[in-house]
């Protein structure tokens, strides 16, 4: 069966500590990794998308990064704005144009 | 270019009725997928439609169900509500590219009370 799972569950960081954050993923011809963030009470907001092994995409503070089996979120010295959710979800060549989601890592980052 | 509209942004039912929610996706986006957001199950797909047609469906009962119109504007209907049925209702829009990754953009969501 195909899964997402997203470690840890929440994260507390304070402000200017950088950390990762993990999604591993077991799925069947794998055609995209997407990484949202998400604000309470908010729709996801698209930050990126990672195809290949290998592949990194930066935006800002983050870094996201791609291999065979799993990829990671990088903050680089993280701000309170940073706090959100932030979820992981792959499209996969069994599930069209739908997405399979992780349940998504809370972080908190304090001034 | 504008973003996924949805509307209502909340709605409040009481069991046993039905509600009908509505998602604009952006402009030349014409597959919507609809996705229910609940803490304990987290995201979950419910349906997607492109040109009109369903073309995927998860595993929801048949209470669920949409339609899109032909200038891919979307609904989806809830009948006989549960108090189970609480949650975020989230609209997606992609270009649907028939290769490689599509990008889902999402809309602010429609928060749903049941009571």
């Known amino acids: 069966e195909d899964q997402v799972t997203q470690s840890p569950e929440a994260l507390r960081l304070q402000e200017g500590e950088s950390s990762s954050l993990n999604c591993s993923y077991t799925?069947?011809?794998?055609?995209?990794l997407f990484w949202y963030r998400q604000d309470p009470g908010k729709g996801p907001e698209f930050l990126f998308t990672?195809?290949?092994a290998g592949e990194e995409k930066e935006k800002e503070r983050l870094k996201a990064t791609l291999t065979k089996k799993e990829s990671f979120l990088h903050i680089t010295a993280p701000k309170p704005e940073d706090s959100a959710t932030y979820l992981c979800a792959v499209q996969a060549g069994n599930y069209g144009q739908n997405f399979v989601f992780g349940p998504g890592t809370r972080l908190s980052v304090l001034p | 270019k504008a973003g996924v509209t949805q509307t209502p942004r909340y709605l409040i039912k009481t069991r046993g009725q039905q509600v009908t929610l509505s998602c604009s996706p952006i402009?030349?986006?014409?597959?919507v997928s609809w996705y229910q957001q609940t803490p304990g199950q987290g995201l979950q797909f419910l349906f997607e439609?492109?040109?009109?047609?369903?073309?995927n469906k998860g595993n929801f009962p048949g209470r669920f169900s949409g339609r899109q119109f032909s200038n891919s504007r979307s609904e989806m209907n809830v009948s006989t509500l549960e108090l189970g049925d609480s949650a975020l209702y989230l609209c997606?829009?992609?270009?649907?590219?028939?290769?490689?990754?599509?990008?889902?953009?999402f809309g602010p969501g429609t928060r749903l009370t049941v009571l």
């Open positions: 402009s030349g986006h014409r597959s």
């Open positions: 799925v069947s011809g794998l055609r995209g």
């Open positions: 990672l195809y290949s």
């Open positions: 997606a829009s992609s270009q649907r590219r028939t290769s490689g990754y599509n990008e889902q953009f």
């Open positions: 439609y492109f040109s009109e047609t369903q073309r």
